[in-house]
């Protein structure tokens, strides 16, 4: 799924929310998934000069998951422990968006390459 615009944003969060409602996630769950989809989504539009969301539903046998991985091949990020501070922010935000993120999900992943872009996999299990 394309994240150019703030259109785009919208249009992920509303499928984070199909996909959370099909794999039956309570609404906290759900809410909890599309906020950090909402904040990541934005980044990539943001900072990250567009990218694109990617998604996929876990089964590990014993529990039921949403996997979603944003890419862009923006900026990056030059100081990821610093971006990683409750309350920075690099543009007019709150500051909450990756450290944010993190708090709302099960698994966390964040790479990114100054000059080369940034790629962000999170993960929700039921």
């Known amino acids: 799924m394309p994240l150019r615009s703030e259109e785009d944003i919208v ?11 099909q794999l039956k996630f309570s609404l906290v769950d759900q809410t909890k998934m599309i906020t950090a989809a909402s904040e990541l989504s934005r980044n990539t539009v943001i900072h990250g000069k567009g990218g694109d969301m990617h998604w996929a539903l876990l089964d590990d046998g014993l529990r039921r998951g949403l996997r979603l991985l944003f890419e862009d091949q923006g900026p990056g990020i030059a100081d990821m422990k610093l971006a990683l501070t409750d309350g920075w922010t690099s543009g007019g935000g709150m500051g909450l968006g990756l450290p944010g993120s993190k708090r709302l999900v099960h698994e966390f992943d964040v ?6 872009g940034t790629r962000v996999s999170i993960v929700r299990w039921k």
């Open 11 to 21: 249009a992920s969060r509303q499928k984070v929310r199909v996909l959370t409602q």
């Open 111 to 116: 790479q990114s390459t100054p000059g080369a």
